[in-house]
């Protein structure tokens, strides 16, 4: 874990400096934002709660890292990809998959879905699809996942990915555009 | 465009990259009209289910960070590897001076040993009683350093 690195950033001003001198304030906004890609990327709740803590710990340790001319949501969203990347490689974080296991059943999250005043019906089948494309998403590989949850789920657009994932834009359209496909083949869309 | 899209074309669109052609053929289109609004409304419902779980589950972690204790952690870290670093030490210290106690009466025991075999030694090794060793050195015995020390007996 210690190999992720708060990277140094250098983008179009969106937040003020300011803000991050209130950490706290950060943390307080920030927090959902960064536990729910988390959660999205890993289906794994601890671990997700283990990782947004470590985000902002390093996020914090290295504020000064932190120059002011960019958006406090994608310098914290670039440590949280970090982190998702290095999931894999952290020991510890296995030791505790392997003793108490928190994975989050599909179905779970599904259930939440908005009921858009549809008949009893329609939210099943929401919900079906629903859990089609967590279930898809969560077969993908990682940079089409990373890439589909941060424009699906957080909004951002391509170039914004790029600067969260450090992947060109270019890159970022065919990950999304694999992402895309392999969801609507498991909706069952393709002909 | 009379063909339908192709899945291409629909994931694409999804990335918002369409033509005027493909907006007015998903507009005249109801198997494309659908199969777009399909995928758009589970996307969607994704992204709402992500937020409401993750909503649902936050205000627990809200209250998690504290910067005050996140500082209070890093000293409480610092006090703790000094502790651990002075524990260290002592229970490295303990063998070592024990070790060179240890040596130490050794040594004082083998001196003693030493001194002890050398004065045995030198008792077994007399060769007449002690009262008579001035006697035994007038007598030669063939040795020659003997002889050049004491004065020569006459015939």
């Not at chain 1, 914004?160 to 392999?182: D, Y």
């Not at chain 2, 109801?30 to 995928?39: L, Q």
């Not at chain 2, 000293?75 to 106690?101: K, N, Y």
């Amino acid at each position: 874990m210690e190999s992720v690195a708060a990277p140094e950033v250098s983008i179009a001003l969106e937040t003020p400096v300011s803000t991050i001198e209130d950490f706290d304030a950060v943390a307080r906004l920030y927090w959902p934002v960064v536990f729910r890609f988390l959660f999205a990327s890993l289906h794994d709740r601890d671990a997700a709660e283990t990782l947004t803590q470590d985000c902002f710990l390093k996020a914090y340790r290295h504020r000064e890292r932190f120059r002011g001319d960019a958006s406090v949501k994608t310098w914290l969203m670039q440590i949280a990809v970090n982190l998702v990347r290095d999931y894999a490689r952290n020991r510890r974080l296995q030791f505790w998959k392997r003793t108490r296991s928190s994975k989050v059943d599909l179905n779970e999250v599904s259930q939440f879905v908005p009921d858009e005043q549809s008949s009893p019906e329609e939210q099943t089948l929401n919900r079906e699809l629903v859990r089609a494309v967590w279930g898809a998403a969560a077969a993908l590989p990682e940079r089409q996942h990373t890439v589909l949850l941060l424009r699906y789920v957080e909004d951002m657009d391509l170039l914004e990915i790029a600067r969260v994932t450090g992947i060109k834009e270019g890159t970022v359209k065919a990950h999304l555009f694999r992402a895309l496909h392999s969801i609507r083949e498991r909706l069952g869309g393709e002909e | 465009m009379s063909r339908h899209l192709s899945p291409e074309q629909i994931s694409c669109w999804m990335m918002g990259e369409r033509t005027a052609q493909d907006e007015e053929h998903v507009r005249d289109c109801s198997t494309c009209g659908a199969e777009v609004n399909r995928v758009e409304t589970a996307l969607r419902l994704f992204q709402r289910s992500a937020k409401d779980w993750s909503q649902e589950h936050s205000p627990e972690f809200r209250n998690v960070w504290s910067t005050e204790g996140v500082r209070r952690g890093v000293r409480t870290l610092a006090l703790r590897w000094a502790l651990a670093g002075l524990t260290l030490l002592v229970l490295a210290g303990i063998p070592i001076q024990t070790i060179r106690e240890r040596g130490q009466r050794e040594a004082r025991a083998n001196q003693i040993d030493t001194a002890l075999l050398e004065q045995v030694d030198a008792e077994v090794s007399r060769a007449v009683p002690a009262p008579m060793e001035p006697l035994a050195r007038l007598i030669t015995w063939g040795s020659t350093e003997t002889t050049t020390d004491k004065p020569q007996t006459s015939k």
